[in-house]
T-cell receptor
Framework: QQQVKQSPQSLIVQKGGISIINCAYE??????FPWYQQFPGKGPALLIA?????SEKKEGRFTISFNKSAKQFSLHIMDSQPGDSATYFC????????????FGRGTQLTVWP | DTEVTQTPKHLVMGMTNKKSLKCEQH?????MYWYKQKAKKPPELMFV???????INESVPSRFSPECPNSSLLNLHLHALQPEDSALYLC?????????????FGPGTRLTVL
């Protein structure tokens, strides 16, 4: 059973546009929500993360919005660039899971120049 | 040094071969992980080591055998693999097991089983 549901599966955005990727979860025990970025031929790398006690976190062009009551969180990429073209995974974890990350299925983002 | 290194980058092996994947980190991290990733899929956790002891085995077949000889090294021994085991094998490390500890991933070993 997929613990974290991610959409869309693929996303095509024009350079300068806003990319939005959505994730939803059921388990209210989750207390940490990271986003990973993966380029072809590379391992995933942490992009940005949020805890459920805040509703938004911004780092440069990347923003996580978190809606605890709806059990949803999303990644917004402002002023999307061709260099942002990658696969993005949302994930969730909780303290009792010994480092286990529950990943979404991933979103392949393509930014057209 | 904020890098996780993995060797080899590519590996082709037959179903009767024995091979090993290696992972190394020098960040002083005490947790290390093995993941398996199929094309266009998220990483799937296989094993977690904490302080050189196995913490999680996600019901991985015994043809995969992990080993953590010291706090910097993690090996994955492979024996009698099946073609469906072909995948990218990722190693990761983190300072500890608490969720807030970032997992640093290596570039992976691309494994092909013939």
């Amino acid at each position: 059973q997929q613990q974290v549901k991610q959409s869309p599966q693929s996303l095509i955005v024009q350079k300068g546009g806003i990319s939005i990727i959505n994730c939803a979860y059921e388990n209210t025990a989750f207390d940490y929500f990271p986003w990973y970025q993966q380029f072809p031929g590379k391992g995933p790398a942490l992009l940005i993360a949020i805890r459920p006690d805040v509703s938004e976190k911004k780092e440069g062009r990347f923003t996580i919005s978190f809606n605890k009551s709806a059990k949803q969180f999303s990644l917004h990429i402002m002023d999307s660039q061709p260099g942002d073209s990658a696969t993005y995974f949302c994930a969730a974890s909780r303290g009792s899971t010994l480092g286990r990350l529950y990943f979404g299925r991933g979103t392949q983002l393509t930014v057209w120049p | 040094d904020t890098e996780v290194t993995q060797t080899p980058k590519h590996l082709v092996m037959g179903m009767t071969n024995k091979k090993s994947l290696k992972c190394e980190q020098h960040m002083g991290h005490r947790a290390m992980y093995w993941y398996k990733q199929k094309a266009k899929k998220p990483p799937e956790l296989m094993f977690v080591y904490s302080y050189e002891k196995l913490s999680i085995n996600e019901s991985v077949p015994s043809r995969f055998s992990p080993e953590c000889p010291n706090s910097s090294l993690l090996n994955l021994h492979l024996h009698a693999l099946q073609p469906e085991d072909s995948a990218l094998y990722l190693c990761a490390s983190s300072p500890g097991l608490a969720p807030i500890n970032e997992q640093f991933f290596g570039p992976g070993t691309r494994l092909t089983v013939l």
